[in-house]
């Protein structure tokens, strides 16, 4: 878990609809108080594609992944079958 992402993720959310709920009763679009109540979620979604990105995603065990373990369609070669 990074950064606490879960409570930084619902607290930015809370935050965003609150921006959203504020525009709807006057605030300025794009104002300064709009763009702050907006910026923990817009940092947790970054910091989230970075971790990502530099942690990479994890195949589990036993799952396919190349496409020669593949059965059925997509095969470019013959299936080689015990002799009978």
Known sequence: MIFGSPVWGLA???????????VLYGLEPLSTPQV?????LGLQE?????WLI?????MPRGVI???DDLVGE?????????AS
């Open 54 to 58: 530099l942690k990479g995603f994890a």
């Open 36 to 40: 702050l109540l907006e910026a923990p």
């Open 65 to 67: 992944s190349a496409p």
């Open 12 to 22: 930015g959310a809370v935050a965003y609809l609150a921006a959203g709920v504020l």
């Open 46 to 50: 970054l910091a989230l594609a970075l």
């Open 74 to 82: 997509g095969r470019c070669h013959p299936v080689p079958h015990a």
